[in-house]
């Protein structure tokens, strides 16, 4: 894979799942992240290995990062996704007017400007993939979690006028939507909590990070350039979209 990605979000486990995968398909990496030690140990390990590696300490919601971050990279970018994310969950009630805006400035609207700012290079190219990261709960919704949800529906409904407008372009935009994945949380839940969630899953078990990765190189080659548009959702059949 001849191309360069830009991954935000590189220092969770589905983004540093994400870079390893795309490190071993070929890809140049630019990997975004808010934690410099966990971001360096990540760029540095994937470079010993071989890979183009390119680490960048971001925060995509601060004034004028994304416009210092297409700055510098912007024209190489042949791939985006847009992975970065937080939750702030709550009772809908009681959930502040700062719990809404950080999770929707977070999850929605750094991806909307991001892409903007990435998007014209591909354009150009009349090539390009852009993949956002979504959640199984944009579908079914979750008690506690009014703000991402509606920030992850809000991500799906981007990924489908995107794929319209720029399908004559020779991009694509897809979203993944994963259900529960084994993460470092997940990992710190009791024995009890684990089969509690395995028991809502039909195929028994979470998702490893390393499934999700493969199914975003996957939207990215071109094996999957007459796909655009859609919500690949990957959750063991908690939700059949």
């Given at each position: 894979?001849?191309?360069?990605?830009?991954?935000?979000?590189?220092t969770?486990?589905?983004?540093?799942?994400?870079?390893?995968?795309?490190?071993?398909?070929?890809?140049?990496?630019?990997?975004?992240?808010?934690?410099?030690?966990?971001?360096?140990?990540?760029?540095?390990k994937?470079?010993?290995?071989?890979?183009q590696c390119?680490?960048v300490?971001?925060?995509?919601?601060?004034?004028g990062?994304?416009?210092?971050?297409?700055k510098?990279?912007?024209?190489?970018?042949?791939?985006?996704?847009?992975?970065?994310?937080?939750?702030?969950?709550?009772?809908?009630m009681?959930?502040?007017?700062?719990?809404?805006?950080?999770?929707?400035?977070?999850?929605?609207?750094a991806?909307?400007?991001?892409?903007?700012?990435?998007?014209?290079?591909?354009?150009?190219?009349?090539?390009?993939?852009?993949?956002?990261?979504?959640?199984?709960?944009?579908?079914?919704?979750?008690?506690?979690?009014?703000?991402?949800?509606?920030?992850?529906?809000?991500?799906?409904?981007?990924?489908?006028?995107?794929?319209?407008?720029?399908?004559?372009?020779?991009?694509?935009?897809?979203?993944?939507?994963?259900?529960?994945?084994?993460?470092?949380?997940?990992?710190?839940?009791?024995?009890?909590?684990?089969?509690?969630?395995?028991?809502?899953?039909?195929?028994?078990?979470?998702?490893?990070?390393?499934?999700?990765?493969?199914?975003?190189?996957?939207?990215?080659?071109?094996?999957?350039?007459?796909?655009?548009?859609?919500?690949?959702?990957?959750?063991?059949?908690?939700?059949?979209?």
């Amino acid at each position: 894979m001849n191309k360069t990605v830009l991954i935000t979000g590189a220092t969770g486990g589905i983004g540093g799942a994400m870079a390893a995968a795309f490190a071993r398909a070929g890809a140049r990496l630019i990997l975004i992240g808010t934690r410099r030690e966990v971001l360096d140990t990540l760029a540095d390990k994937l470079s010993s290995e071989g890979a183009q590696c390119k680490g960048v300490v971001c925060n995509l919601r601060e004034e004028g990062a994304i416009e210092s971050l297409t700055k510098d990279v912007g024209e190489s970018v042949d791939i985006l996704i847009n992975n970065a994310g937080i939750t702030r969950d709550g009772l809908f009630m009681r959930m502040s007017d700062d719990d809404v805006t950080a999770v929707l400035e977070t999850n929605l609207v750094a991806a909307f400007r991001l892409t903007r700012a990435l998007v014209r290079p591909m354009m150009k190219r009349r090539w390009g993939r852009i993949i956002n990261i979504s959640s199984v709960v944009s579908a079914m919704g979750n008690p506690g979690q009014a703000n991402y949800a509606a920030s992850k529906a809000g991500l799906e409904g981007l990924t489908r006028t995107l794929a319209r407008e720029l399908a004559a372009r020779g991009i694509t935009v897809n979203a993944i939507a994963p259900g529960f994945t084994r993460s470092a949380m997940t990992d710190a839940l009791t024995p009890a909590q684990q089969e509690q969630i395995a028991a809502m899953i039909p195929l028994g078990r979470v998702a490893e990070p390393e499934e999700i990765a493969a199914s975003a190189v996957f939207l990215a080659s071109e094996d999957a350039g007459y796909i655009t548009g859609h919500t690949l959702h990957i959750n063991g059949g908690m939700h059949c979209g």
